[in-house]
């Protein structure tokens, strides 16, 4: 064998020769550090969130042609690329050039709030256009299934890049330019006429290198050797055989989609990976009389297109095995996966969860396996081939050659079934194939097989059933006696790895009973010659389907007023986010005697520390030191009120809970190093979920607030209800994780940069723990890729370690946290357990209501007083109840502190009141949309802590939504369709929210500004608020604009500096527009005033003119301003006080549809009502509405934290297994209406925030589930009054919806409870 170790590619179209590349370097790594293209970003490093997706394209010598597509560069190695072209978002397009007109269309049609996801979005539909210059709404739904967005709730997304689709307007016939709009109508983005600069040109894209074409770069071996891994790709069948033969525990690598999040995430290692990605015979495909063989190499869309084809060219009957695969596709991974996961990457590595296993051992899959010694020999796949946990029936030295994948005859019916807790792009709970062949009678079983997967450490067969249904005819009976087998077949014992076991067990069932009326109808439609006889139910049998997005947004802009105030202007950095120019920390230039710092965290919840050997790790290369609490050189002791610490010494509290650092000269020497630092722990007893922290009395504190007589309310009340419900905490999963790079400088001084919302509590942290005066320490902070509450006070996390390695060898420090460690380290939402008792009257009259909050705080106060207060001040949502009382408990547990959150308390409290809404109407049989109505606040009236409403608009917002939702005709339909579906139901909600402005604490709701203008006009503009993708620099330059008469193009702001802006408060709460925002004007006003008299000597002059004259008279140009929200107190003693400077009101109508036998369920159309004042930037605030729905759905609907039963290890911790709102998973109509003429007096021009205040309207969407899970209990006899917690995940919503076939298990199923002792929700 030639040995060749050099490496060509293009990237950009510019020529790279890399000598001895490392087999363990990615392609982003190469991109990033060694190109300087910092555009594309590292989101997660195991391809499940997008944003660092980036265009291959590479010649295909068998099918002559260049094929582009798109990959995930955290997974694909730099050494896979070889021969290859690589195009980055910085090749496309720049602002200093031209913008690619994908880009351009994103920035226009506000798709981008933090932007840290934006270039990956920007890659995948580049892509998509490369190879279909006018694609479908299908085709871009399934090119954007593999990115991540979580600010912006993806509707300006899809419909910006719908322009480029053959439905240019998802309102087709509705659109605007159709019917007209009306005054104060808007398409979503006031969408342009395509012109020549905004339409897809695809002469226009740059050529692939022509020396890519030659065979050297295609028919050569390749080895290539690295630290720790060697890295073969041999192009003939012979040589690869050899490998396998030389190197049999070797693994096959094709896409690295499998291996890559193994390495890094499992720490397994593989010292040799052979890639047979150019071995000839595993990449043919053969088109066969009974089926198709694929080679093993065959990369899964080119599967899908090839079995697409031959459903087009064949009889139905032949190609359903063919169909079931294409749609299991559908729900495999994200396209970038997809296009580089290989048919035999999917097979031999033997996942107990695979898509496509259950469905090859179900239709009886051929494969045909080769070794160097023995041969050729074909297996065909049945209940033998998987032997145990990831070990299959192929020996160590031989290789999968080809997979033959069958036809069918007509009397062959096959499914494939798949449920997992997100549609798409998300891993199996359980799924199946089922194949059945009749006798020529279509009346008797001649063959089934079975095949499931998530049942058993290896997809399982099912050969008793199958046995017993061979010979029966296909009736009730034969239902029955499979529903008998199955449950012997599939057994699963409690507590077994994945938890969820009768929910498991119920699907395996439910998947058959679908299978069983499938072909019951299928068959019957075969026989039948007219439509006679009854109709049977398909609401078991069809799936829930998708149509596209579509959506309108009403809203008012000020068109009189020159200046950029209260327009829907994109934001400020919105074209160099699509561009990938926008700096985030971690991509400021590398210093050249830069360190890397990685954390060492506890494994342990609660543990004594022994000892902490770092012996091991400082054999490691390029390791420099390794830092514990002995090296700190000020204070060890941090958190806001003091008790928590940089490093733990003694005792850890908390899985994650940092104890040292380890620092190295590359962010991989680091990281290997880290895993080697030992530390001898002595287990304490844990407190996990705040069930134990009742039981041991643990709290951090307590508050109560009272209302009335809530006793006497009580003894009047007709009706009394008690009980208890749950909601689940949260995970931030901002795109950019936590960042720091700290420079040092001379007299004690420290430049930090860091991804945080308090530069000046990361300030003041710092230098108290490097013992040095705050006037040395230099925080910046440019944007964040996403913040949300968590970068408010965990930012010191990393912050404080990486500072003191910093001060230790005196280089800069750099670190970001991957997502697994920013998952594990940092808290989330506070979880939440309410006992409740509420006193109401026959008409849904509330007369006394008495709740005890407990929120699980975590190890530390962190903010969770805050949070405490807003959940007890917020309770009320939006209704006036006339006694009440609400006592909020503080759980301390050994978890990582939980923290600040969008919302901040404020939702879960909200969230009880209105689950005591719906268990009222249950209990009367009256709708809850009275109940709701008849206790909405009116003008004036006073909250439980004797705050009075001022214009009050919650009456509006709510008649309104009803209004243009048609609630009550829409309400009607559902009804009728539940009547006419029985395993189907639909559910509809209104649902209004009230939520107060302010910091908790008073002495935060204060803000600075800087104003400078310079001689030549220009303005620059500093103050405390972070941009993290709310649009706050923007609306800073629109307040500017107006105060001073300016062009918003003479305006710009830097950064957040506490140089430039000193004792700034948090960007949180939503206070960041109205705090800065007035400080701003406070400045501009002191400025307008001081050029007064240059305007009035010169009436008709310019701005510059005026700026030019005031400079030659000595007059100052540079001004500060200042603001503090007056009048706010708050005493809980009283139970009095005015703790918000004002509140904002909306209301939202949610439709939803449920698949009653798997849990599963979509979100039809969503309708909200906002008050946001006179918005200063209706786009800008559209968008932070959409975003905050989606993530509030998310969190009521989606996402579940998980930990470890036994030991408080978090399970959830990547996009792997915790899964937030995709692209698929927002309401197909989604329109936003801002109400209008509703000036705010309490806010700088007459706005209002809106971060925050709608987080909550997604509760719409999980009380119109539970309604729809009301139906099916009503029909199947069941009580609605019952336990339904948050989040409802498909497990609660099928297991609450009752009915024969979940009864088979439900008996042991409790949802108050955690699921199972496998894991456990905090």
Same mark, same amino acid.
């Not at 490369?130 to 600010?151: K, V």
């Not at 008495?850 to 962190?862: C, E, F, I, W």
């Not at 609630?967 to 579906?981: D, F, G, L, W």
């Not at 509760?1259 to 009054?1281: P, T, W």
């Given at each position: 064998?030639?040995?060749?170790?050099?490496?060509?590619?293009?990237?950009?179209?510019?020529?790279?020769?890399?000598?001895?590349?490392?087999?363990?370097?990615?392609?982003?790594?190469?991109?990033?550090?060694?190109?300087?293209?910092?555009?594309?970003?590292?989101?997660?490093?195991?391809?499940?969130?997008?944003?660092?997706?980036?265009?291959?394209?590479?010649?295909?010598?068998?099918?002559?042609?260049?094929?582009?597509?798109?990959?995930?560069?955290?997974?694909?190695?730099?050494?896979?690329? @070889?021969?290859?072209?690589?195009?980055?978002?910085?090749?496309?397009?720049?602002?200093?050039?031209?913008? @690619?007109?994908?880009?351009?269309?994103?920035?226009?049609?506000?798709?981008?709030?933090?932007?840290?996801?934006?270039?990956?979005?920007? $890659?995948?539909?580049?892509?998509?256009?490369?190879?279909?210059?006018?694609?479908?709404?299908?085709?871009? $739904?399934?090119?954007?299934?593999?990115? +991540?967005?979580?600010?912006?709730?993806?509707?300006?997304?899809?419909?910006?890049?719908?322009?480029?689709?053959?439905?240019?307007?998802?309102?087709?016939?509705?659109?605007?330019?159709?019917?007209?709009?009306?005054?104060?109508?808007?398409?979503?983005?006031?969408?342009?006429?395509?012109?020549?600069?905004?339409?897809?040109?695809?002469?226009?894209?740059?050529?692939?290198?022509?020396?890519?074409?030659?065979?050297?770069? @295609?028919?050569?071996?390749?080895?290539?050797?690295?630290?720790?891994?060697?890295?073969?790709?041999?192009?003939?069948?012979?040589?690869?055989?050899?490998?396998?033969?030389?190197?049999?525990?070797?693994?096959?690598?094709?896409?690295?989609?499998?291996?890559?999040?193994?390495?890094?995430?499992?720490?397994? @290692?593989?010292?040799? &990976?052979?890639?047979?990605?150019?071995?000839?015979?595993?990449? /043919?495909?053969?088109?066969?009389?009974?089926?198709?063989?694929?080679?093993?190499?065959?990369?899964?869309?080119?599967?899908?297109?090839?079995?697409?084809?031959?459903?087009?060219?064949?009889?139905?009957?032949?190609?359903?095995?063919?169909?079931?695969?294409?749609?299991?596709?559908?729900?495999?991974?994200?396209?970038?996966?997809?296009?580089?996961?290989?048919?035999?990457?999917?097979?031999?590595?033997?996942?107990?969860?695979?898509?496509?296993?259950?469905?090859?051992?179900?239709?009886?899959?051929?494969?045909?396996?080769?070794?160097?010694?023995?041969?050729?020999?074909?297996?065909?796949?049945?209940?033998?081939?998987?032997?145990?946990?990831?070990?299959?029936?192929?020996?160590?030295?031989?290789?999968?050659?080809?997979?033959?994948?069958?036809?069918?005859?007509?009397?062959?019916?096959?499914?494939?079934?798949?449920?997992?807790?997100?549609?798409?792009?998300?891993?199996?709970?359980?799924?199946?194939?089922?194949?059945?062949?009749?006798?020529?009678?279509?009346?008797?079983?001649?063959?089934?097989?079975?095949?499931?997967?998530?049942?058993?450490?290896?997809?399982?067969?099912?050969?008793?059933?199958?046995?017993?249904?061979?010979?029966?005819?296909?009736?009730?009976?034969?239902?029955?006696?499979?529903?008998?087998?199955?449950?012997?077949?599939?057994?699963?014992?409690?507590?077994?790895?994945?938890?969820? &076991?009768?929910?498991?067990?119920?699907?395996?069932?439910?998947?058959?009973?679908?299978?069983?009326?499938?072909?019951?109808?299928?068959?019957?439609?075969?026989?039948?010659?007219?439509?006679?006889?009854?109709?049977?139910?398909?609401?078991?049998?069809?799936?829930?389907?998708?149509?596209?997005?579509?959506?309108?947004?009403?809203?008012?802009?000020?068109?009189?007023?020159?200046?950029?105030?209260?327009?829907?202007?994109?934001?400020? !950095?919105?074209?160099?986010?699509?561009?990938?120019?926008?700096?985030?920390?971690?991509?400021?230039?590398?210093?050249?005697?830069?360190?890397?710092?990685?954390?060492?965290?506890?494994?342990?919840?609660?543990?004594?520390?022994?000892?902490?050997?770092?012996?091991?790790? $400082?054999?490691?290369?390029?390791?420099?030191?390794?830092?514990?609490?002995?090296?700190?050189?000020?204070?060890?002791?941090?958190?806001?009120?003091?008790?928590?610490?940089?490093?733990?010494?003694?005792?850890?509290?908390?899985?994650?809970?940092?104890?040292?650092?380890?620092?190295?000269?590359?962010?991989?020497?680091?990281?290997?190093?880290?895993?080697?630092?030992?530390?001898?722990?002595?287990?304490?007893?844990?407190?996990?979920?705040?069930?134990?922290?009742?039981?041991?009395?643990?709290?951090?504190?307590?508050?109560?607030?009272?209302?009335?007589?809530?006793?006497?309310?009580?003894?009047?009340?007709?009706?009394?209800?008690?009980?208890?419900?749950?909601?689940?905490?949260?995970?931030?999963?901002?795109?950019?994780?936590?960042?720091?790079?700290?420079?040092?400088?001379?007299?004690?001084?420290?430049?930090?940069?860091?991804?945080?919302?308090?530069?000046?509590?990361?300030?003041?942290?710092?230098?108290?723990?490097?013992?040095?005066?705050?006037?040395? &320490?230099?925080?910046?902070?440019?944007?964040?890729?996403?913040?949300?509450?968590?970068?408010?006070?965990?930012?010191?996390?990393?912050?404080?370690?990486?500072?003191?390695?910093?001060?230790?060898?005196?280089?800069?420090?750099?670190?970001?946290?991957?997502?697994?460690?920013?998952?594990?380290?940092?808290?989330?939402?506070?979880?939440?357990?309410?006992?409740?008792?509420?006193?109401?009257?026959?008409?849904?009259?509330?007369?006394?209501?008495?709740? /005890?909050?407990?929120?699980?705080?975590?190890?530390?106060?962190?903010?969770?007083?805050?949070?405490?207060?807003?959940?007890?001040?917020?309770?009320?949502?939006?209704?006036?109840?006339?006694?009440?009382?609400?006592?909020?408990?503080?759980?301390?547990?050994?978890?990582?502190?939980?923290?600040?959150?969008?919302?901040?308390?404020?939702?879960?409290?909200?969230?009880?009141?209105?689950?005591?809404?719906?268990?009222?109407?249950?209990?009367?049989?009256?709708?809850?949309?009275?109940?709701?109505?008849?206790?909405?606040?009116?003008?004036?009236?006073?909250?439980?802590?004797?705050?009075?409403?001022?214009?009050?608009?919650?009456?509006?917002?709510?008649?309104?939504?009803?209004?243009?939702?048609?609630?009550?005709?829409?309400?009607?339909?559902?009804?009728?369709?539940?009547?006419?579906?029985?395993?189907?139901?639909?559910?509809?909600?209104?649902?209004?929210?009230?939520?107060?402005?302010?910091?908790?604490?008073?002495?935060?709701?204060?803000?600075?500004?800087?104003?400078?203008?310079?001689?030549?006009?220009?303005?620059?503009?500093?103050?405390?608020?972070?941009?993290?993708?709310?649009?706050?620099?923007?609306?800073?330059?629109?307040?500017?604009?107006?105060?001073?008469?300016?062009?918003?193009?003479?305006?710009?702001?830097?950064?957040?500096?506490?140089?430039?802006?000193?004792?700034?408060?948090?960007?949180?709460?939503?206070?960041?527009?109205?705090?800065?925002?007035?400080?701003?004007?406070?400045?501009?006003?002191?400025?307008?005033?001081?050029?007064?008299?240059?305007?009035?000597? *010169?009436?008709?002059?310019?701005?510059?003119?005026?700026?030019?004259?005031?400079?030659?008279?000595?007059?100052?140009?540079?001004?500060?301003?200042?603001?503090?929200?007056?009048? +706010?107190?708050?005493?809980?003693?009283?139970?009095?006080?005015?703790?918000?400077?004002?509140?904002?009101?909306?209301?939202?109508?949610?439709?939803?549809?449920?698949?009653?036998?798997?849990?599963?369920?979509?979100?039809?159309?969503?309708?909200?009502?906002?008050?946001?004042?006179?918005?200063?930037?209706?786009?800008?605030?559209?968008?932070?509405?959409?975003?905050?729905?989606?993530?509030?759905?998310?969190?009521?609907?989606?996402?579940?934290?998980?930990?470890?039963? !036994?030991?408080?290890?978090?399970?959830?911790?990547?996009?792997?297994?915790?899964?937030?709102?995709?692209?698929?998973?927002?309401?197909?109509?989604?329109?936003?209406?801002?109400?209008?003429?509703?000036?705010?007096? *309490?806010?700088?021009?007459?706005?209002?925030?809106?971060?925050?205040?709608?987080?909550?309207?997604?509760?719409?969407?999980?009380?119109?589930?539970?309604?729809?899970?009301?139906?099916?209990?009503?029909?199947?006899?069941?009580?609605?009054?019952?336990?339904?917690?948050?989040?409802?995940?498909?497990?609660?919503?099928?297991?609450?919806?009752?009915?024969?076939?979940?009864?088979?298990?439900?008996?042991?199923?409790?949802?108050?409870?955690?699921?199972?002792?496998?894991?456990?929700?905090?």
């Amino acid at each position: 064998m030639e040995d060749a170790s050099s490496l060509v590619l293009y990237v950009n179209g510019k020529k790279f020769c890399v000598d001895n590349p490392d087999p363990e370097d990615t392609l982003l790594q190469f991109l990033r550090e060694k190109c300087s293209l910092k555009g594309t970003k590292l989101g997660c490093a195991e391809g499940g969130c997008g944003a660092c997706t980036v265009m291959v394209s590479e010649w295909n010598e068998t099918e002559g042609k260049i094929l582009h597509y798109a990959v995930n560069a955290c997974l694909a190695r730099l050494v896979s690329m @070889h021969g290859k072209s690589v195009i980055t978002v910085e090749g496309i397009g720049s602002t200093k050039t031209k913008l @690619h007109v994908v880009q351009e269309r994103l920035a226009k049609s506000h798709g981008s709030q933090c932007g840290f996801c934006t270039p990956g979005i920007v $890659m995948s539909m580049y892509t998509l256009l490369r190879n279909s210059p006018q694609p479908t709404q299908e085709d871009l $739904m399934s090119a954007l299934e593999g990115n +991540l967005c979580r600010c912006t709730g993806y509707r300006p997304i899809l419909e910006g890049f719908s322009q480029f689709t053959n439905m240019s307007c998802a309102m087709g016939d509705n659109c605007c330019k159709v019917k007209g709009p009306g005054s104060n109508s808007k398409p979503a983005d006031k969408q342009e006429e395509p012109t020549p600069q905004n339409v897809y040109d695809a002469s226009q894209e740059p050529i692939f290198p022509p020396e890519l074409k030659l065979n050297a770069f @295609h028919k050569e071996f390749r080895h290539y050797r690295g630290e720790r891994v060697e890295w073969y790709r041999p192009v003939e069948l012979k040589a690869l055989l050899e490998l396998k033969k030389q190197y049999p525990s070797a693994r096959l690598v094709c896409g690295n989609t499998e291996v890559g999040v193994e390495v890094k995430f499992k720490g397994l @290692h593989y010292p040799v &990976i052979i890639a047979p990605t150019h071995v000839e015979e595993l990449n /043919q495909v053969e088109v066969g009389e009974t089926g198709v063989w694929f080679g093993a190499s065959v990369t899964l869309t080119k599967m899908e297109k090839v079995l697409e084809e031959q459903i087009h060219s064949l009889p139905e009957h032949a190609t359903r095995i063919y169909s079931e695969i294409i749609e299991m596709l559908k729900w495999f991974a994200g396209r970038q996966i997809r296009n580089v996961s290989s048919i035999a990457g999917n097979l031999m590595t033997a996942s107990p969860i695979s898509d496509l296993n259950p469905l090859y051992l179900a239709a009886g899959v051929k494969i045909k396996v080769m070794s160097a010694d023995r041969g050729a020999r074909e297996i065909t796949l049945d209940g033998n081939f998987f032997i145990s946990y990831r070990k299959i029936a192929v020996e160590p030295d031989e290789v999968l050659i080809s997979v033959h994948i069958p036809q069918t005859s007509q009397c062959e019916f096959f499914a494939g079934y798949k449920q997992a807790h997100r549609k798409g792009d998300d891993i199996a709970t359980v799924n199946s194939g089922i194949r059945v062949k009749m006798d020529k009678t279509m009346k008797k079983v001649e063959e089934i097989s079975l095949a499931f997967g998530g049942m058993a450490p290896i997809t399982k067969t099912c050969p008793q059933t199958s046995a017993a249904l061979v010979g029966r005819e296909w009736d009730e009976a034969l239902l029955e006696e499979a529903i008998k087998c199955l449950k012997e077949d599939l057994p699963l014992a409690d507590g077994a790895p994945g938890g969820m &076991i009768n929910y498991r067990k119920t699907l395996t069932i439910s998947f058959f009973f679908k299978f069983y009326e499938t072909v019951k109808y299928r068959i019957s439609k075969l026989q039948s010659s007219g439509e006679n006889g009854p109709k049977p139910d398909l609401s078991c049998i069809e799936r829930l389907e998708r149509g596209p997005t579509k959506g309108i947004q009403i809203y008012q802009e000020d068109t009189e007023n020159a200046s950029a105030c209260w327009k829907a202007l994109p934001a400020h !950095s919105a074209e160099l986010q699509c561009s990938g120019e926008a700096q985030y920390v971690d991509d400021l230039p590398t210093y050249t005697d830069e360190l890397y710092m990685a954390l060492v965290f506890s494994s342990k919840a609660h543990a004594r520390i022994l000892s902490i050997d770092a012996s091991e790790a $400082m054999k490691c290369s390029g390791v420099r030191s390794c830092l514990t609490a002995k090296d700190v050189p000020g204070s060890n002791n941090t958190g806001l009120f003091g008790d928590e610490l940089i490093f733990a010494a003694d005792e850890v509290t908390a899985h994650g809970q940092v104890i040292g650092a380890v620092i190295a000269d590359s962010q991989k020497h680091a990281q290997l190093a880290a895993k080697k630092v030992r530390v001898e722990y002595e287990n304490l007893p844990a407190l996990i979920t705040i069930q134990d922290a009742i039981k041991a009395n643990s709290f951090h504190g307590d508050r109560v607030l009272v209302k009335g007589d809530v006793e006497e309310g009580f003894t009047q009340a007709e009706h009394i209800l008690s009980g208890e419900i749950s909601v689940g905490g949260q995970d931030h999963f901002y795109l950019e994780t936590h960042s720091v790079l700290c420079v040092p400088s001379d007299h004690g001084e420290m430049e930090i940069f860091s991804s945080t919302q308090d530069v000046s509590l990361v300030q003041f942290a710092a230098a108290r723990a490097l013992k040095v005066p705050s006037n040395r &320490i230099h925080v910046r902070t440019k944007r964040l890729g996403g913040g949300f509450g968590g970068k408010e006070s965990q930012s010191t996390y990393l912050a404080l370690p990486a500072a003191i390695a910093c001060r230790r060898h005196e280089v800069p420090i750099r670190c970001m946290l991957d997502r697994d460690e920013d998952m594990i380290i940092t808290g989330g939402r506070h979880p939440y357990l309410a006992k409740y008792k509420v006193g109401f009257n026959s008409d849904g009259k509330i007369i006394a209501c008495d709740v /005890q909050l407990y929120s699980n705080a975590g190890n530390s106060l962190d903010l969770s007083i805050g949070v405490n207060d807003r959940a007890l001040t917020s309770i009320d949502n939006a209704y006036n109840i006339a006694n009440m009382r609400v006592q909020g408990w503080m759980c301390k547990t050994n978890i990582v502190s939980n923290t600040a959150f969008r919302g901040f308390g404020g939702p879960q409290g909200m969230f009880f009141m209105e689950h005591i809404i719906s268990e009222i109407s249950s209990k009367l049989k009256i709708e809850d949309t009275k109940i709701r109505e008849m206790h909405l606040y009116q003008e004036g009236d006073c909250t439980h802590y004797k705050q009075p409403i001022i214009n009050c608009n919650i009456s509006k917002c709510w008649q309104q939504v009803l209004q243009q939702s048609d609630y009550e005709t829409r309400k009607a339909e559902v009804i009728k369709y539940n009547s006419q579906n029985r395993y189907r139901k639909r559910g509809i909600c209104a649902m209004p929210t009230k939520y107060g402005i302010a910091f908790g604490v008073t002495f935060l709701n204060q803000a600075a500004a800087l104003v400078h203008i310079y001689k030549d006009g220009y303005v620059l503009l500093s103050h405390g608020g972070i941009e993290m993708g709310q649009g706050v620099f923007t609306k800073m330059i629109q307040v500017v604009s107006n105060a001073l008469d300016i062009p918003a193009s003479k305006i710009h702001t830097m950064e957040v500096s506490t140089t430039t802006v000193a004792n700034t408060s948090p960007t949180a709460a939503s206070t960041g527009s109205d705090l800065n925002g007035a400080a701003v004007l406070n400045a501009c006003e002191k400025l307008k005033e001081r050029l007064k008299p240059f305007v009035d000597a *010169k009436p008709d002059g310019k701005w510059e003119d005026w700026v030019n004259d005031a400079y030659f008279a000595r007059v100052s140009l540079s001004a500060t301003g200042y603001y503090a929200t007056p009048d +706010l107190y708050m005493d809980y003693s009283t139970s009095t006080g005015t703790p918000y400077a004002y509140f904002s009101f909306g209301a939202a109508v949610t439709e939803v549809e449920i698949d009653c036998l798997t849990g599963d369920h979509q979100l039809i159309r969503t309708d909200i009502v906002m008050d946001v004042g006179k918005s200063l930037n209706p786009a800008i605030d559209i968008g932070q509405i959409e975003g905050a729905f989606v993530q509030g759905y998310g969190w009521l609907c989606l996402e579940q934290v998980k930990m470890m039963a !036994s030991t408080g290890t978090m399970l959830t911790c990547g996009p792997g297994n915790y899964k937030i709102p995709g692209f698929s998973n927002i309401p197909q109509e989604f329109n936003v209406t801002l109400l209008k003429d509703v000036p705010n007096v *309490k806010a700088v021009y007459s706005s209002k925030a809106v971060g925050e205040p709608p987080l909550f309207l997604s509760a719409s969407a999980f009380f119109a589930i539970k309604s729809a899970v009301k139906a099916a209990r009503a029909e199947a006899g069941e009580d609605l009054n019952f336990i339904f917690n948050a989040p409802c995940t498909p497990e609660r919503i099928r297991m609450a919806c009752v009915d024969r076939l979940s009864s088979e298990f439900a008996s042991s199923y409790d949802p108050n409870i955690p699921p199972t002792s496998f894991f456990i929700q905090p």
